[in-house]
């Protein structure tokens, strides 16, 4: 029996498939078998998603069928719901075989092709959705039997032409959505006497026509969307009628004339939107009695007058949108009564007068008052908009200072101030508004500089200052702010040198164009001084893409600001003052005794005009080069170093720690071995070299000056002393832990093994040359330092520089073999020893000499090792990472450097000691 019946549908199925083509009565057939019409429907179309899998021919009904309903009764299929579901190709004829099918939904698929002229036949549909698919072409009329349809949805296709007169005679609908087709021409007047019609939805098409009165008949409508046709006319009094009214949107028409005293009825109207059409006259005082209204947008009309202070009574109002209008006088502060406004745009009309008080909209995050006529102060209430994220009251008249207060705005992202008389300086609580993304305060007339707060903000794209009078110089670390896109100062009378690094890189010419006194490359303007040659180097950039043999400028206004950008580094020691190395600059003078006083070597780093005066003619062979982008001498940073300052003394020198103007700390380190320092180029060549290296476990060099008689290198500044300090000087109580000495030494190591991998030999590794940060990580300082030296001497080596006993390699001492990176290897493992016995290098007691090594050594041969681990541990340390350390040490103090492991070798044993699981691994 089953095999006939398949006979049979397999013979349907040829005739519909084969023979249909060829003979269109032949669809006359008695197909009314819905499971063939599913399965003809299937074969018309792609299903890549493979949602029609459960669709099987075999089954002897489809009511189990994704997305097929029946009756319960009769087993028919009533309604087929295939939204979404990524189908594509023609709707065939299949779906017509579907006699009982009362809601046909199709939409958001990819459905392409005409509406078959047969959708006539199926006479039971109540809903079609057809919306969200490619169907192009024109609607055939095929709406002669819609008696019972209620919903049509053909929008969001390619539909043209005119909407069939046949759907007039649809007297059920009650949603009609036609929109985002090409349907043009005029509509089918039956529409509008449609009573229980309660959407009607045609935005954007090209419908031409007028509303007619008997839209009166329309009691039962709540949504009328126009919108984007090409209506014309005026509204008509019938409209009035339709109570139930919730939104109207007419924008984009060409509507025009007066509104309709009859609208003040539709006190149910939440959106009146009204937009960009020819509607003109007065706003009538009735508005103010359509209570529901949460969005009024009647911008782009010929509105003129007043705005009438009834708004005030609109406490639902959210959007209000008077924009693009003429409307004239003075700005009604009754609108700020509307408690629930979230924007507010008035922006391009004729309103004079002062701008209202604000600050009562809470909630508001939009404010656009630009392009009217607005005079005097941006009221201080302005910073009680809390929500406020975009403001723009550009193209005004405002000519008072910008109140502090904008900085109580701190959602702002969008502040737009441009084109008005503005003066004063740009308020620094600015940098309070800390999402702000873009700032407009071109054209005004501004003063000032450009406060530094600004280069905190760090979601700035957009910055247009350009044609003010701002002046003064930039702050420098505006070059770290990560996301800027346009930064316009031009036409200002910035007087400094351009930030380098970061976008300042490659800002275009015509971003800072018109500033006489700015220099730096983008200008094409080196920055001049008062020194021969004064360069501030930027390492990135080719040699010396700043030239440093620029005749100093005669003009004088230039010379004035020179010297506001230049360094002065001056030294207030008595044996420089005498050898006139620079100027001398006494800032911290204090009373001392006598004998603190004359060795108060007190150094004087200053910066700006300020000490302009002081400069004596020895300044001229002063040379700084900063490296770092961070080091910043431009805003006028000056510092004293004294000898209350001393950081610590080493072979090469001493240093001293010293706050710049702008907080920032630096370590300076004044090197004493001067007459062992090569030329100038080749002292810059070499610092060049290290000074790159840049690594979070390495102590990072930011700059240098040089003269013939006084090198100074600027280091960062690291804040928790030295690992020799925690070892051997720190208080009783204070213990390391045994994780803080590992990871004290992983760092060292990995510090070490970046220095090697970047040609640099340390050459003077020892505790005291490691710093630990305000994180417990360590910072391998004073590197590279040896080859400042004429030339790599040994004896100078062993003597002045590894003057820290124990730490030595032993080939130091031997003529015949090459000193390479593995007299760090030395040092470092001595290092270990130190961190894990707590112990110097070499501890020296009443009648006897404690070699640190030697005495490991002995350890591990006898066994008891464990005896060797700092005391002050208390055992609290892991025995399996302990030991393996220990003799780790051990191994880098070989005495044969090529025993000696390398530091990248080092740091990953040292991960697998962490990790013991990893080592079995490896080993296994
Ligand atoms: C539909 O499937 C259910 C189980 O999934 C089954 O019990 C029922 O008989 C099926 N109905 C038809 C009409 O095939
Ligand atoms: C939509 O259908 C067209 C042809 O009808 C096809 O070329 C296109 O790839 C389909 N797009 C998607 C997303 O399936
Ligand atoms: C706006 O109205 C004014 C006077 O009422 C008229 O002169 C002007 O042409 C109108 N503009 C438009 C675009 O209709
Ligand atoms: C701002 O402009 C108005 C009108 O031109 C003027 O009365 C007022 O004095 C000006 N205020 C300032 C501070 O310049
Ligand atoms: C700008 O301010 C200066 C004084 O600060 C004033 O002389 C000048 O007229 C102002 N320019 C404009 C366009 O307001
Ligand atoms: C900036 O200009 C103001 C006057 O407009 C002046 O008083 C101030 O000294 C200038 N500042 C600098 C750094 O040139
Ligand atoms: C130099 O270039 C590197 C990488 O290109 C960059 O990280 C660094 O910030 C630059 N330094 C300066 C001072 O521009």
């Given amino acids: 029996m089953r095999g006939l019946l398949k006979m049979k549908r397999l013979i349907e199925l040829f005739v519909l498939f084969v023979l249909a083509p060829l003979c269109a009565r032949c669809v006359n057939l008695p197909l009314n078998d819905d499971v063939l019409g599913l399965i003809v429907f299937k074969a018309d179309v792609q299903d890549p998603k493979l949602k029609l899998a459960t669709w099987n021919e075999d089954d002897d009904n489809p009511c ?155 009691y039962n409508l709540r949504t009328l969307n126009l919108s984007r046709n090409r209506f014309s006319g005026q509204i008509p009094d019938g409209i009035g009628n339709c109570l139930l009214l919730r939104s109207i949107d007419l924008s984009g028409n060409s509507f025009s004339g007066n509104l309709p005293q009859t609208m003040q009825k539709l006190v149910l109207c939440g959106n009146l939107i009204l937009s960009r059409n020819l509607f003109e006259g007065d706003v009538p005082e009735w508005i103010g009695g359509m209570k529901s209204l949460e969005t009024l947008d009647f911008s782009g009309n010929n509105f003129t007058g007043r705005i009438p202070s009834t708004m005030e009574n609109l406490q639902y109002l959210k959007v209000l949108n008077l924009s693009s209008n003429g409307f004239t006088d003075s700005f009604p502060e009754s609108v700020m009564k509307c408690q629930s406004l979230l924007a507010i745009d008035f922006s391009h009309n004729l309103i004079t007068g002062n701008l209202p008080a604000t600050g009562s909209l809470a909630k508001l995050q939009f404010l656009n008052l630009s392009g009217n006529s607005f005079v005097g102060p941006i009221p201080e209430t302005i910073g009680d908009l809390k929500s406020l994220s975009i403001l723009d009251l550009s193209s005004n008249r405002l000519n008072v200072t910008i109140p502090d207060a904008i900085g109580g705005a701190v959602s702002l992202i969008e502040l737009k ?114 020194l021969p040659k004064p360069i501030v180097l930027n390492p990135n950039s080719t040699s010396d893409s700043i030239s440093s043999s620029l005749p100093p400028s005669n003009n004088h206004r230039r010379n004035r600001n020179i010297l506001s950008i230049s360094v002065l580094i001056a030294i207030g020691a008595a044996a420089f003052i005498i050898i006139g190395v620079i100027s001398i600059t006494i800032l911290n003078f204090r009373v001392q005794s006598p004998t603190s006083s004359s060795s108060a070597a007190a150094l004087a780093l200053s910066v700006g005009d300020d000490f302009s005066h002081s400069s004596s003619p020895d300044a001229n062979s ?82 240098y000056y040089w003269t013939p008689s006084l090198q100074l290198l600027i280091y960062e500044f690291v804040s928790g002393g030295s690992l020799y300090g925690l070892l051997h000087e720190a208080s009783d109580d204070y213990v390391l832990r045994w994780n803080e000495r590992f990871d004290i030494i992983l760092g060292t190591a990995k510090g070490l093994a970046h220095l090697h991998q970047s040609n640099t030999i340390h050459y003077n590794i020892k505790s005291s040359n490691v710093l630990i940060d305000c994180n417990g990580q360590p910072k391998v300082g004073d590197y590279g330092l040896a080859r400042l030296l004429p030339m790599l001497d040994r004896y100078v080596l062993s003597s002045k520089i590894q003057s820290a006993l124990g730490y030595m390699a032993p080939e130091f001492a031997c003529r015949t073999v090459k000193i390479t990176e593995k007299c760090d290897v030395y040092g470092f493992g001595i290092l270990i020893l130190e961190v894990v016995t707590g112990k110097r290098p070499v501890e020296y007691m009443e009648d006897d000499v404690a070699v640190l090594c030697d005495m490991v050594r002995v350890a591990v041969e006898e066994g008891n090792v464990e005896e060797c681990i700092d005391s002050k541990l208390r055992g609290n340390f892991p025995v399996e990472e302990a030991i393996p350390v220990l003799k780790l040490g051990l191994i880098c103090t070989s005495h044969v450097p090529s025993n000696r492991p390398d530091m990248r070798e080092m740091v990953k044993i040292l991960e697998m000691i962490k990790c013991p699981s990893e080592l079995q691994e490896e080993l296994g």
């Avoid at 959705?129 to 390619?158: E, W």
């Avoid at 084109?419 to 003063?447: D, R």
């Avoid at 040379?623 to 072979?651: I, M, P, Q, W």
């Avoid at 020198?653 to 702008?662: I, K, M, N, P, S």
């Fill in 64 to 218: 189990n069928w994704t997305g097929v309903k029946c009756s319960p009764g009769s087993n028919r299929v009533v309604e087929l719901n295939l939204d979404g579901f990524s189908l594509s190709g023609r709707l065939g004829r299949g779906l017509f075989q579907l006699e009982f099918l009362q809601r046909l939904s199709l939409a958001k698929n990819n459905l392409s092709g005409n509406i078959n002229p047969n959708f006539s036949r199926v006479g039971n549909l109540q809903v079609i959705d057809l919306s969200g698919n490619n169907f192009s072409g024109i609607v055939p009329d095929v709406f002669s039997q819609c008696g019972s349809l209620r919903v049509i949805s053909l929008a969001n296709n390619k539909f043209f032409g005119k909407i069939p007169d046949s759907l007039s005679l649809c007297g059920s609908l009650i949603a009609v959505n036609l929109s985002s087709n090409q349907f043009s021409g005029s509509l089918p007047s039956g529409i509008w006497s449609f009573s229980g019609l309660r959407s009607l939805d045609l935005s954007d098409n090209a419908l031409v026509g007028e509303i007619p009165n008997v839209i009166e008949n329309l």
């Fill in 622 to 703: 002063g040379k700084l080069v900063v490296l770092s982008g961070e080091l910043d001498f431009s805003t006028g940073a000056h510092a004293l170093l004294n000898k209350d300052c001393e950081l610590g003394r080493g072979g090469f020198g001493a240093v001293y720690r010293t706050v710049l103007r702008d907080g920032h700390s630096v370590a300076i380190k004044k090197l004493t071995v001067s007459s062992l320092v090569k030329s100038q180029e080749d002292f810059e060549r070499e610092v060049r070299k290290f000074g790159i290296v840049r690594h979070q476990n390495l102590v990072a060099l930011e700059g």
């Fill in 417 to 530: 101030l441009d084109g008005n008389f503005l003066e004063g300086e740009i308020p620094s609580s600015i940098g309070h508004c800390s999402s702000l993304t873009n700032l407009f305060m071109s054209h005004n007339n501004l003063t000032g500089p450009i406060p530094a707060a600004l280069a905190k903000l760090s979601y700035l794209q957009n910055v247009d200052l350009s044609f003010n009078n701002l002046n003064g110089t930039l702050p420098k670390q505006l070059s770290n702010l990560p996301n800027l896109h346009m930064f316009n100062i031009s036409h200002n009378d910035f007087n400094s040198e351009l930030p380098t690094g970061g976008f300042f890189n490659t800002i275009s010419p015509s971003s800072v164009a018109s500033n006489p006194s700015l220099c730096g490359s983008v200008v094409n303007k080196s920055c001049p001084s008062v």
